[in-house]
């Protein structure tokens, strides 16, 4: 009997002493806590980055971190979250394809207290969403709008032009900010005749493609081209709301004919995509607009760690985002417009791709 009890005795010592000296593991910060992400895709190569950025500044901070692509698939979307919600993380990071389809979801992650945070694009029609993360989007569309506007000399007077337009998907919030901020600059040039839609398609619901598809697009494009320049009429740009969606765009008007360095026209992008940064030193693409999925993912991050500890993360919009139940506070980064002039500045000297990726090696 007293030798069991020495044996316990040493056990016991042994065990306390190593509580009291090692150094609690990052994980026991924060009591192992799980963050749930949602992601809508792997065909935008952003999301892949959007998702690897967070798991990784999550997992730095000790997280554990339950990582979910769901390929465009609504019910998939829903059902990852569902596991999610039943597994018991700790909080939600969730970037809708739908957020309409995710409504009841969210409600049963608030009947939890599972913390839910918009990421990118807005949660719409729920009071269940405690932030917002994402870049300045109706930004993005002006950015846009600007660089059409002094590319085709719009401010000096010069048109008319023949232009088409392109949104994104109805569903998704950020598509009718960038449009918003899109048609505030060349709207007018539209009513003074500058500039001119031979398919006189303006409306969002015109012009919107559905899920940001390339294959959407081009399909579009295809249509317009063969319905309203069939007689000769020359485009002299296409308005965009993201890289892919150019990429669709692109390869309809080489069909048709239309030779970069000749005819071709302004094409604008989203993303800052490798292949649309290529594009856009080989003179396919006109712009695109870098929004930095790092700086993204770590804003969300604070975000998710002062809300896990019952603080106030940092906001710098309080106004903007209606989701129709509340205007959620969020925090908006800046879009930044890349074209020949700054692209190696914003894309290489940042680390954001090596030169070696540029070049495709
Ligand atoms: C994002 C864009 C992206 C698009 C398609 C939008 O919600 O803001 O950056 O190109 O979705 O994935």
Redesign the pocket.
Known sequence: MKKILAVLMTVLLMITVAGCGSEPSKKDNTGEKTVGVLM?NRI?K??IADGGNIKRDLEAKGYAVDLQYAENDIPVQIEQMNKMIDNGVNCLIITAIDSTKLVDTIAKAKKKNIPVIAY??LLMDTDAVSYYAS?D?KGVGVLMGRHIEEKLGLKEGKGPYNVEFFA?SHD?N?AHFLNSGLFEILQPYIDNGQIVVPSEQVDFDQISVLR?SQEVAEDRMEEVLNKYYSDGKKLAAVVVP?DRIGYGVANVLEKHGYKVGENWPIITG??AELEAARNVLSGKQSMTVF?DTRILASKCVTMVEAVLEGKEPEINDTVSYDNHVFVVPAYLCTPILIDKSNLHKELIDSGYYTEEELNGK
């Open positions: 809508p935008f952003r999301w990118d694009r870049f989007n994104g998704d950020n940001w993201s989203q993303d929004k």
